[in-house]
């Protein structure tokens, strides 16, 4: 028996434990930065596996070596990662298993990768003696939109040892159950976050020439805007600029004297980025001069796209291969979600895969991030081995 179907077995003995798991962390979700209780089952699992714990990287993430006595000083070291956050959601759903904690809501599927990284931990525990290098196994906060990726990195989850490679996987509704989706090229685009506030001059609804109009100059802004899109970005890249909030004025004969704009800029090039930064600038300031107004335009959050490097995609390819089977490995059209499992692969190269969590007998499940959201849990034992099988692939490789 290969390595990996050795693992696939293993993992497979593990569904009613990785179910349990799964369940109770459904029915106790808590929100970026504040996943005490989820990092604490996790560290204490990874304790009674007798690894080494850190706790509180990031705020709330854990990190773990699984490595031998015998593993030279330059032995390579690969980085699993699992997200662990929910969303602030009031669930839907009737299961036994639903949230508990009314408002809060495992509608991504963390629960599930939560699951999964406590799999691939013990898995590969089991094996340590036999790993020709170090697994450091990372659990992060906060991966929707509140940056716990970069916060962990800033606690210096890069370093000592510094990690060669990255892996990671996230469960996907949308996908048949247990196809792999290992994708060369862009998977999903960067997401930024802007805010724009435009500062006029108030005064009476009937006396307009005494005012600067906020209202206005925002309006004149956000339809410039859409041409940036249309007529700076190259036709043959990708790009989304959405202005997803207005906020201007509070009474009917009143001009505003300040207008906010709120939204998020995404693409799959981080040159794409700039350019769409600098343009809204240029805009803004040009409107705003313009009409006697002034303004201030900040990007206080981004992420990059997620790409997978080359040899990453080659590599999973291979064991998902082993795994799933040849007809199970896919890939899909490139999507503008944006997720922060990219900070990690710009350090280390590496690919984040997606593995199908679709009910065969309910396929029109819910999507992610909504209140009925759910997937099927025989995904679970598929991802275990698909992430144990990368790391014993790219260590075997690089030893
Ligand atoms: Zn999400
Ligand atoms: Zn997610």
Request: glycine residues 8%.
């Given at each position: 028996m290969s390595i990996y179907q050795t693992l696939k077995s293993e993992a497979e003995a593990l569904f009613p434990t990785l179910v349990a798991w799964r369940r109770d962390f459904h029915q106790h979700p808590e929100l970026g930065f504040h996943e005490v209780r989820t990092a604490g089952i996790v560290a204490d699992h990874l304790r009674e596996l007798g690894l080494e714990v850190s706790t509180g990287i990031g705020k709330t993430g854990v990190v773990a070596m699984i490595e031998n006595d015998q593993v030279a000083s330059d032995a390579p070291t690969v980085l699993l990662r699992f997200d662990m956050d929910a969303?602030?959601?009031?669930?839907?759903?009737?299961?036994?298993?639903?949230?508990?904690?009314?408002?809060?809501?495992h509608a991504c599927g963390h629960d599930g990768h939560t699951a999964i990284g406590m799999g691939v931990a013990q898995l590969l525990t089991q094996r340590r003696h036999t790993l020709p290098g170090r697994v450091k196994l990372v659990f992060q906060p906060a991966e929707e939109g509140l940056g716990g990726a970069t916060a962990?990195?800033?606690?210096?989850?890069?370093?000592?040892?510094?990690?060669?490679?990255?892996?990671?996987?996230?469960?996907?509704?949308?996908?048949?159950?247990?196809?792999?989706?290992v994708q060369s090229g862009p998977l999903w685009a960067s997401a930024g976050k802007f805010v724009l506030t435009v500062q006029g001059r108030g005064g009476h609804g009937a006396m307009p020439h005494e005012t600067v109009d906020a209202t206005l100059v925002a309006s004149q802004i956000v339809v410039a805007w859409q041409s940036i899109v249309a007529r700076n970005v190259d036709p043959a890249a990708t790009a989304v600029l959405t202005v997803g909030a207005f906020n201007?004025?509070?009474?009917?004969?009143?001009?505003?004297?300040?207008?906010?704009?709120?939204?998020?800029?995404?693409?799959?090039?981080?040159?794409?980025?700039?350019?769409?930064?600098?343009?809204?600038?240029?805009?803004?300031?040009?409107?705003?001069?313009?009409?006697?107004?002034?303004?201030?335009l900040t990007f206080p959050g981004y992420c990059a796209a997620t790409i997978n490097s080359v040899a990453g995609v080659q590599l999973m390819q291979t064991v998902a291969t082993e795994i799933v089977g040849p007809e199970q490995v896919t890939q899909i059209k490139p999507m503008m979600v944006g997720e922060d499992m990219s900070e990690f692969l710009n350090r280390a190269p590496g690919c984040f895969i997606l593995v199908g969590a679709s009910d065969p007998a309910q396929p029109m499940h819910s999507p992610h991030h909504n209140p009925t959201f759910d997937f099927d849990e025989r995904m679970m034992p598929t991802g275990v081995a698909l992430l144990a099988g990368a790391a014993v692939a790219y260590l075997q490789e690089h030893k």
């Open positions: 969303l602030p959601i009031l669930e839907q759903n009737q299961a036994s298993y639903r949230s508990q904690n009314d408002g809060v809501m962990m990195i800033n606690d210096g989850v890069m370093n000592d040892p510094k990690p060669a490679a990255a892996f990671g996987l996230h469960l996907w509704s949308r996908l048949p159950l247990n196809q792999v989706v201007s004025g509070e009474a009917y004969n009143i001009i505003s004297a300040q207008a906010t704009l709120i939204g998020t800029i995404r693409s799959f090039d981080e040159k794409v980025d700039a350019l769409l930064q600098q343009r809204m600038r240029e805009m803004a300031e040009g409107i705003c001069q313009a009409y006697g107004a002034t303004c201030e």
